[in-house]
């Protein structure tokens, strides 16, 4: 059986103070978290410096420049940990307009054989 990854969204500002919602987020490996900018100028940053997106992301050929388009980004999580970003017009790493991914290991799903009588 394989599983399948999922797609979470966090929505980016559009509040007063802008936000992001949800600001902690638990996903896991192999999930994408897209990120929709929902008015304002904003950006995702990692604290890491891991992403860094707006109109795409700067890794993947886009602007991770803040930006009051309606812009939609998405980056896929492959190793457990957690990552915080932030709003580089509004935040800074854990305070402001900031944020934090939590990505859990998958587990394997184990199998039980049963006998048919």
């Known amino acids: 059986m394989a599983a399948h990854a999922t797609t979470y969204i966090v929505n980016v500002g559009g509040d007063n103070p802008p936000t ?3 600001q902690t987020i638990t996903i896991y490996s192999g999930d994408t978290i897209t990120f929709i ?3 304002g ?5 990692a604290d890491d410096g891991s992403f860094r997106c707006a109109n795409g992301c700067d890794a993947t050929g886009g602007s ?3 930006s009051t ?3 939609v980004a998405s980056v896929k999580f492959a190793s457990p940990g957690s990552i915080g970003y932030y709003c ?5 790493p854990g305070q402001g307009m900031y944020g934090t991914i939590i990505v859990q290991p998958l587990v394997p799903v ?3 054989s049963f006998e048919v009588d």
């Open 37 to 39: 900018n929902k008015g």
């Open 64 to 66: 991770g420049a803040a």
């Open 41 to 45: 100028l904003h950006n995702a940053k």
């Open 110 to 112: 184990r199998l039980q």
């Open 20 to 22: 992001f919602s949800p």
């Open 88 to 92: 580089e017009q509004h935040g800074a």
């Open 69 to 71: 388009s309606n812009w």
